[in-house]
């Protein structure tokens, strides 16, 4: 009698585990459902002083700069980089030749390789863009960023992060040499994943990081 | 303040009322819960996620016993946050665990018929204060009840 009363309270107990463990809810269950999308702009700027942009043409590893060598997969830098003009052309911007015509704007395509990387402290980034033949007069060896909206950061990006900056080269900076950020644009991981999710995420997350800054309208 | 009313389809599984008839009563529900003002803001989806657990001494034609019980409610959200100088966009997955865990004692009229008016005091752990939960239904173990709770 009394092993059945304990046998019974244990297949109680059993239950009452397995309908509270099948019960709870489930979390993220497809890589999309972890993109993060984050935009920084600095208050005050006139956005729609700004008509035309150019960029350098490929996607640089930031991360170098933490140590780690270099494993960002080129493979889909064409269809970003042509994703972010149509979105920049999309609000009313031109791009033109660096080398030959001085934009309003540059802007820049970074992603990161490594866990948790500060993306929004001054790296050399001189280092990863200098051989782009379009910065203006007064960018060289040394140069470092101007981040406005620092320290209201997030800093702890999972790899296969992308980022995107503009810099207006026409405004003072505090310190010389420095590269005046006017907004910028984190997509948290989004390069991880199958080759038909990373394609498909480009579109989605490029799109949002233009629909949540409407402020960048040249007019 | 956020309130709740979890509408309970409470569920008596046979295989584990033990102790009938010896004066000890032990029942495992299902509960369902509804979340309503502040609650509802954060996790709006109706909840089938819960249940409970309740045991009962009996003597003569009242009883005192202990009841835990567990919902929880959780939504998957969309959405962009706006800051100063900053907006976020992302997928928010939003959980609300309640475990209440209630003293009660109940009066038992009718007879054989085991019809049952109680009341219940105890203490929702997550809230940390007590509050009383008056019941009155129609008991008969072993069968599908169907009880309005107010917590």
Same mark, same amino acid.
């Given at each position: 009698?009394?092993? @059945?009363?304990?046998?019974?309270? $244990?297949?109680?107990?059993?239950?009452?585990?397995?309908?509270?463990?099948?019960?709870?809810?489930?979390?993220? +269950?497809?890589?999309?459902?972890?993109?993060?999308?984050?935009? $920084?702009?600095?208050? *005050?700027?006139?956005?729609?002083a700004n008509k035309t942009f150019d960029m350098p043409?490929?996607?640089?590893?930031?991360?170098?700069?933490?140590?780690?060598?270099?494993?960002?997969?080129?493979?889909?830098?064409?269809?970003?980089?042509?994703?972010?003009?149509? *979105?920049?052309?999309?609000?009313?911007y031109t791009r033109v030749d660096a080398t030959a015509t001085r934009p309003d704007v540059i802007v820049v395509?970074?992603?990161?390789?490594?866990?948790?990387?500060?993306?929004?402290?001054?790296?050399?980034?001189?280092?990863?863009?200098?051989?782009w033949g379009g910065w203006p007069a007064g960018y060289g060896?040394?140069?470092?960023?101007?981040?406005?909206?620092?320290?209201?950061?997030?800093? *702890?990006?999972?790899?296969?992060?992308? $980022?995107?900056?503009m810099i207006d080269p026409d405004l003072?900076?505090?310190?010389?040499?420095?590269a005046f950020?006017i907004?910028?644009?984190?997509?948290?991981?989004? !390069? +991880?994943?199958?080759?038909? +999710?990373?394609?498909?995420?480009?579109?989605?997350?490029?799109?949002?990081? $233009?629909? @949540?800054?409407?402020? !960048?309208?040249? @007019? | 303040? =956020?309130?709740?009313?979890?509408?309970?389809?409470?569920?008596?599984?046979?295989?584990?009322?033990?102790?009938?008839?010896?004066?000890?009563? &032990?029942?495992?529900?299902?509960?369902?819960?509804?979340?309503?003002?502040?609650?509802?803001?954060?996790?709006?989806?109706?909840?089938? %996620?819960?249940?409970?657990?309740?045991?009962?001494? &009996?003597?003569?034609?009242?009883?005192?016993?202990?009841?835990?019980?567990?919902?929880?409610?959780?939504?998957?959200?969309?959405?962009?946050?706006?800051?100063?100088?900053?907006?976020?966009?992302?997928?928010? &997955?939003?959980?609300?665990?309640?475990?209440?865990?209630?003293?009660?004692?109940?009066?038992?009229?009718?007879?054989?018929?085991?019809?049952?008016?109680?009341?219940?005091?105890?203490? %929702?752990?997550?809230?940390?204060?007590?509050?009383?939960?008056?019941? %009155?239904?129609?008991? =008969?173990?072993?069968?599908?009840?169907?009880?309005?709770?107010?917590?």
């Amino acid at each position: 009698m009394l092993m @059945q009363r304990v046998g019974l309270r $244990f297949c109680v107990g059993m239950l009452v585990g397995a309908l509270a463990a099948g019960c709870y809810p489930g979390g993220i +269950e497809t890589v999309s459902q972890t993109d993060l999308v984050a935009t $920084f702009f600095q208050k *005050g700027v006139d956005f729609t002083a700004n008509k035309t942009f150019d960029m350098p043409d490929s996607i640089v590893d930031i991360g170098v700069a933490a140590g780690a060598s270099s494993t960002l997969n080129h493979k889909y830098d064409t269809q970003i980089l042509a994703k972010i003009q149509a *979105g920049l052309v999309a609000l009313g911007y031109t791009r033109v030749d660096a080398t030959a015509t001085r934009p309003d704007v540059i802007v820049v395509v970074s992603g990161i390789t490594v866990d948790n990387y500060s993306a929004w402290v001054g790296y050399p980034w001189w280092g990863y863009w200098g051989w782009w033949g379009g910065w203006p007069a007064g960018y060289g060896a040394g140069s470092t960023w101007y981040y406005p909206w620092s320290p209201v950061v997030v800093t *702890g990006y999972t790899s296969g992060s992308l $980022f995107i900056n503009m810099i207006d080269p026409d405004l003072a900076t505090p310190q010389p040499n420095q590269a005046f950020s006017i907004w910028a644009a984190a997509i948290n991981g989004m !390069l +991880e994943g199958t080759d038909a +999710e990373i394609l498909a995420r480009i579109n989605t997350n490029i799109d949002q990081v $233009f629909a @949540q800054s409407p402020y !960048l309208r040249t @007019q | 303040m =956020r309130v709740w009313i979890a509408a309970a389809a409470t569920l008596l599984v046979p295989a584990v009322v033990a102790g009938q008839g010896r004066g000890k009563w &032990f029942g495992m529900n299902w509960s369902m819960a509804a979340p309503i003002e502040h609650t509802k803001d954060f996790t709006n989806d109706y909840s089938f %996620r819960g249940m409970g657990l309740e045991w009962r001494q &009996f003597s003569g034609n009242k009883s005192f016993g202990f009841n835990a019980g567990w919902n929880v409610l959780n939504e998957e959200k969309s959405g962009t946050q706006t800051f100063q100088q900053a907006a976020i966009n992302g997928d928010q &997955f939003r959980y609300n665990n309640t475990v209440s865990l209630l003293l009660s004692a109940h009066v038992y009229g009718g007879g054989g018929s085991g019809k049952a008016l109680g009341s219940r005091a105890g203490v %929702r752990v997550l809230r940390a204060h007590a509050r009383g939960l008056p019941e %009155r239904g129609v008991l =008969r173990p072993g069968a599908l009840q169907l009880r309005v709770l107010g917590r």
